[in-house]
C-alpha cells in the first residue's frame, strides 16, 4: 500500500496570509516542514494539496524545487483538494498534515502510521485526545474512507476540515486516539502557525535549536521551553479557531 503524506498550504490564511513561505533561517516555512516529513520512514511520498489561485504559484514552484508533488485545487473544499491529490499521486494510504505545522515530529508521524497499519481502524490520529503539543497534529486513513466521506457530505465545515466528519461520526467510523505519554503540561502547548505570535516563537525555537541540529525533535523543543519558560509567553494567549 502506498502512503502518501498531504500537507494543506495555501497563500491566503485569514489571520496571517503568506504564512507557509515566511522565511526562517533563510528558508520558507513550508520547505522546513517538507524536510522534516522527509525524515519520517513510514511514509512513501509527500505532496502539497494547495489552490488554484495565482498567489499559490509560489507554492508549487517550492513544491517542484524540493522534489515533492504538488496538487492544486478547491480553495473552500478541501476535502476535494486532498482526495484528488491522493487519487493522482496513487495513494491508498492518506497522512494528513497541514502547512502550519513546520515542528511536525518524524517519529510521532512514523508512530501514529504504525498504529494504523497494526490495527483495523478507520481513522488514527494523535488529536483525539489533546496530549501532544498543538502543532504536532497526525490523522492517517484510507483514500476509501475519504471518498466515503465525500459521498456522504456536502456540508461547507465538513468540506473545508478535511477529516472532520471522521470523527465526529464514531457511529460509522472507528477511530483510535495515538497519546504522547507526556506530563499534561505539555498537552496545550501552542507550536503552530497561525498568528504573528505564533510565527515569532516557531521562528525563535528554529533559531535555538535547528544550526546544532536540524532533525531535532518534539523532546528538544520541551527541553528547550524548560530551559527558557519565557519563549511559552509569546503566544499563550492566542485561542485556536473553533471548527464550527
Known sequence: MKIIATIEA???????PGKVLKTILGKPMLALMIERLKMAQRIDGIVVA????????????????LGVGCYRGSEDDVLDRVLQAAHVHGADIIVETTGDC??????????VVNTYL???YDYVGDGLKSTFPRGFDV???SIAVLEE?????????DREHVSLYIYQHPERFSLYSVES????KYWNLRLTVDTVEDFTLINTIFEELYPEN???SLYDILDLLDRKPRLIEINQHIQQKTVR
Not at 466521506?149 to 465545515?157: E, K, M, S, W
Not at 505519554?181 to 499534561?184: D, F, I, K, S, V
Open 118 to 120: 497494526s490495527n483495523e
Open 214 to 216: 536540524p532533525e531535532f
Open 181 to 184: 505519554g507526556l506530563p499534561e
Open 139 to 141: 490523522e492517517v486513513f
Open 50 to 65: 494547495t489552490t488554484t489561485h495565482p498567489s499559490c504559484d509560489a507554492i508549487e514552484d517550492l513544491a517542484v524545487r
Open 149 to 157: 466521506v465525500a459521498r456522504l457530505t456536502q456540508n461547507p465545515v
Open 102 to 111: 513546520p515542528l511536525i515530529d518524524p517519529s510521532v508521524v512514523d508512530k
Open 10 to 16: 495555501r497563500m491566503r490564511s485569514t489571520r496571517l
